[in-house]
């Protein structure tokens, strides 16, 4: 998932920046490379457009139509001149052993024909490739086509609650709920003006009890997760244009992301990108399916734009971290699966005894990759509001047909199904400890399940 908030030498300089990296971003990463099913595309573009039209968006796929249909007939045309030139390619052999002179005319007659056939083929080669780029560069843009069950809407304001747990606190008589960030900057939790000095804006050191409670809670996270099956990962933060590629953040989020200035790598915007491309070009047997994975990453985002109240905190980051969930499947087993990592992710919060509530996006509200989504929103006492501490989702076989990721099955390969959501965003997690365990007489009280993990059940101040 895209983290909650809506680039490698010594000498490599990370910074925000709008440059590409040395590959083009729309350039297929296979000459197969494809992004929605062609053949939806050739056949029956209507598959297509009717579900686009239900995220507000109009195409125009006629003309792509067009260059799949002429990528496909120059595709048949290579064949079948290829199979000519095998087959005047026995027949030089099959005459030459009947007694033919290899210098003769008749040899040469056919070697000529051969030749010609050749330069016939790579000409095509070339115009189909072309036709490639020209339809996958149009295509890369496109996301992903919404679920049948996702629901129909044209903004947030028609995205459906699903559930709610737990009781919000409200404040009680003659009672003033503070916000997170003047919880922790009150606790000596947080520092950001020397953040500012050490990098810029939105950028905070953890100090004290501040660092020691996101610590605990990354590992509660990934505890609890091992615990219900997961294999923990731990990848790589920078990761190149092929693995942002195919998890859908490029080239549409790249003014996003931050880039290394001297080489084809990025600071990853979300443990997703990785994963996904933890088994890029494979297929994996099917009797391993299903493969889940939670990671811990450090997570970088541009946050472009002014954000009131999200200024301030832990809510809005360049930097911050999260833990990801994320599966691989069996695509009949997809929709199952769906339901139990947003099982899984509520765990934590149950766990860490936060009220909240499942949202699930209308058609028009769903990110690029997903075809269906449910939000998890944490509730902060102090703002008086529900917050966005997760997003799960199932991409069916849209990361999948990017990346290349295949599942051996009884007759040749199919594409799996992958699905991830947070499980949690450690920041926001932090900020509804804060406001939801404020006490009257300045301090924290902190859930049972953290007290193994720091030894305390209060953060008070010194």
């Not at 300089?13 to 000459?31: I, N, Y």
């Not at 790589?236 to 953040?249: E, F, K, R, T, Y």
């Not at 297929?283 to 472009?304: H, M, N, S, W």
């Not at 009257?440 to 953060?459: E, F, H, Q, R, W």
Request: aromatic share 4%; net charge negative; glycine share 8%.
């Amino acid at each position: 998932m895209m983290a909650p908030g809506k680039g490698s030498g010594p000498s490599a300089t990370l910074k925000p920046e709008k440059a590409r990296p040395a590959k083009p971003l729309g350039s297929p990463q296979t000459s197969r490379s494809t992004v929605l099913d062609q053949r939806l595309l050739r056949d029956n573009p209507e598959q297509i457009s009717r579900p686009l039209a239900r995220r507000g968006l109009r195409p125009d796929l006629d003309s792509l139509q067009q260059i799949a249909l002429k990528e496909r007939e120059l595709e048949e045309q290579r064949s079948n001149l290829q199979a000519e030139g095998n087959r005047i390619g026995k027949e030089v052999g099959q005459r030459i052993k009947a007694g033919a002179s290899p210098q003769g005319p008749e040899v040469q007659t056919l070697r000529d024909e051969g030749n010609r056939i050749k330069q016939q083929v790579a000409a095509l080669e070339d115009a189909e490739k072309a036709l490639q780029v020209q339809l996958h560069e149009q295509l890369i843009a496109l996301p992903n086509l919404p679920s049948e069950q996702t629901p129909d809407g044209a903004s947030e304001a028609d995205n459906v609650e699903r559930k709610r747990w737990g009781e919000p606190r409200l404040p009680g008589p003659n009672e003033q709920l503070q916000e997170h960030w003047q919880i922790a900057e009150r606790l000596a939790l947080i520092d950001t003006e020397r953040s500012v000095r050490i990098a810029q804006s939105r950028f905070v050191t953890l100090r004290g009890m501040g660092a020691r409670l996101e610590r605990a809670l990354i590992a509660l996270m990934l505890d609890l997760h091992a615990g219900r099956g997961y294999t923990e990962l731990l990848p790589p933060i920078l990761v190149n244009s092929a693995s942002l590629m195919g998890s859908g953040q490029l080239p549409k989020f790249a003014e996003e992301s931050f880039r290394c200035a001297e080489d084809d790598l990025w600071l990853t915007p979300t443990a997703e990108v990785p994963i996904t491309s933890f088994h890029r070009d494979e297929v994996i047997p099917a009797d391993q399916l299903p493969l889940r994975y939670a990671a811990y990453t450090p997570c970088f985002r541009r946050e472009a734009g002014s954000y009131g109240r999200d200024t301030r905190g832990l809510i809005r980051l360049h930097q911050f971290n999260k833990v990801e969930l994320y599966w691989f499947t069996r695509p009949e087993e997809s929709e199952e699966a769906h339901e139990q990592l947003t099982l899984d992710a509520e765990a934590v919060l149950e766990t860490l005894e936060l009220p909240y509530r499942r949202i699930e996006l209308c058609s028009a509200d769903l990110g690029f990759s997903a075809a269906r989504t449910y939000d998890l929103e944490v509730w902060l006492a102090g703002a008086g509001a529900y917050r966005e501490i997760s997003s799960c989702s199932t991409c069916c076989d849209f990361q999948a047909r990017r990346a290349n990721i295949r599942l051996k099955a009884e007759k040749g390969t199919r594409l799996v199904h992958t699905l991830n959501g947070s499980g949690l965003a450690v920041g926001r997690t932090m900020a509804a400890l804060l406001e939801n365990g404020q006490q009257s007489d300045g301090s924290v009280k902190l859930p049972a399940a953290l007290v193994p993990y720091l030894g305390t059940d209060t953060i008070s101040a010194r």
